[in-house]
Structures are given as C-alpha cells and as structure tokens.
T-cell receptor, first 114, second 111 residues
Framework: NAGVTQTPKFRILKIGQSMTLQCTQD?????MYWYRQDPGMGLKLIYY???????DKGEVPNGYNVSRSTTEDFPLRLELAAPSQTSVYFC?????????????FGPGTRLTVL | QKEVEQNSGPLSVPEGAIASLNCTYS??????FFWYRQYSGKSPELIMS????GDKEDGRFTAQLNKASQYVSLLIRDSQPSDSATYLC???????????FGTGTKLQVIP
C-alpha cells in the first residue's frame, strides 16, 4: 500500500493564482483531513470529509475549497492565493473518526505564495 | 476553546537516557490521546495512542495518562540520536469534535 500520497511536493504561486493540491489514499478510509502547518505552530484543520460527497469546514477554511467525489481522493483548492497561505499542507486519513481516530499523514506539500 | 499545550523545547538528553515529554489538555471530557513523531521536513507519524488511565508500553516508548490531572506524557527509554524529532500530542474530545494537536516538543538526543 502506498498509504496517503500528495502532489505536488513543492509549489510557488504568485498572489492571485489558483491551484489544486491533490491527495489520494489507498487504505479505504472513510475519513480524510486537510491540515496546514506553519513554522513553530501546530496542525490546523482546514477541511475534513466523512465520506464521498460529504465535507465540512475545520478551524481555518477561508480561502480554500474541497470536494470528495470518491473514497480515495480529497483535493484541496486554493482560490486567489495570498501570502498568508504560505505553509506546509498535509493530507491525512483515518479508518475511524471517534475514539480510535488514528490518522495517517501524507508527505506534505510545501507552498510558497509570493 | 479546547487547548493542548506542550513545552516547545528543545529538550536535550544524552544518548541512552530517558526522555520525558509532557502534554496538558483543557477539555475534561477528552477521551483518546495520541503521540506523533515528526522529523524535520517530514510528515507526522503516529507512534502511540492511549485511551485509559495508566501506562501503555510499546518497545522503548511508554505513554502515561492521568485524566484527573489532564496530563499525558511520553517516555522514551534508551534514547537514540534517531529519536531526535518534534513530538506532537493530539487529543480527541468526543462526539463530532476534531482531534486537536499541540504545537510539539522538539527533542534532541546528544550522542
């Protein structure tokens, strides 16, 4: 199993550009998450999904959108990129959401907005 | 606001010593607790989970939970330079609440 994969690994955007961060998992997990991690900070939840077709906002959803058309894929869309979106983005998945919410993380996408 | 607090460190220990990493949480109804290890430039990796009061051991790692004191810790015995990383504490508080991550403690194991 590849686990959770993310593309691209690195990206530089200009202010106002848009892009999609891709995330795929092959563990048949229903639950998927997008986090951002700023230097010296904890992981902040952007969006999550409890299954295909169902998504909801996390702590910091502004400036982002998601979709979940399949169990495997959970892309994150950045519209009108801003310098404040410079961060490392991690996608994660879990088999359960409740008590045994053990999350598996992808390798991350390092995004710089200039 | 539910919080998970960790000392940012760095915590420096000599090789072979016991490293003790601590985490406190604010939500009394928190139910499950996780420790993730994150090497510099890499993604978090789950190393321990604990759900009930007491100790849970896995190899060189021991997680300790005290719900009355709202405190969870991770002990690493016989610390190795390869244990040098940032350790994130994460807490699940039940229902439809998300998992809340602490900001992490950086551990440095000195050869």
């Amino acid at each position: 199993n590849a686990g959770v994969t993310q593309t691209p690994k690195f990206r530089i955007l200009k202010i106002g550009q848009s892009m999609t961060l891709q995330c795929t998992q092959d563990m048949n997990h229903n639950y998927m998450y997008w986090y951002r991690q700023d230097p010296g900070m904890g992981l902040k939840l952007i969006y999550y999904s409890v299954g295909a077709g169902i998504t909801d906002k996390g702590e910091v959803p502004n400036g982002y959108n998601v979709s979940r058309s399949t169990t495997e894929d959970f892309p994150l869309r950045l519209e009108l990129a801003a310098p404040s979106q410079t961060s490392v983005y991690f996608c994660a998945s879990s088999y359960e959401r409740g008590l045994y919410n053990e999350q598996f993380f992808g390798p991350g996408t390092r995004l710089t907005v200039l | 606001q539910k919080e998970v607090e960790q000392n940012s460190g760095p915590l420096s220990v000599p090789e072979g010593a016991i490293a003790s990493l601590n985490c406190t949480y604010s939500d009394r109804v928190s139910q499950s607790f996780f420790w993730y290890r994150q090497y510099s430039g890499k993604s978090p990796e789950l190393i321990m989970s604990i759900y009930s009061n007491g100790d849970k051991e896995d190899g060189r790692f021991t997680a300790q939970l005290n719900k009355a004191s709202q405190y969870v810790s991770l002990l690493i015995r016989d610390s190795q330079p390869s244990d040098s990383a940032t350790y994130l504490c994460a807490v699940y508080s039940g229902g439809y609440q998300k998992v809340t991550f602490g900001t992490g403690t950086k551990l440095q194991v000195i050869p």
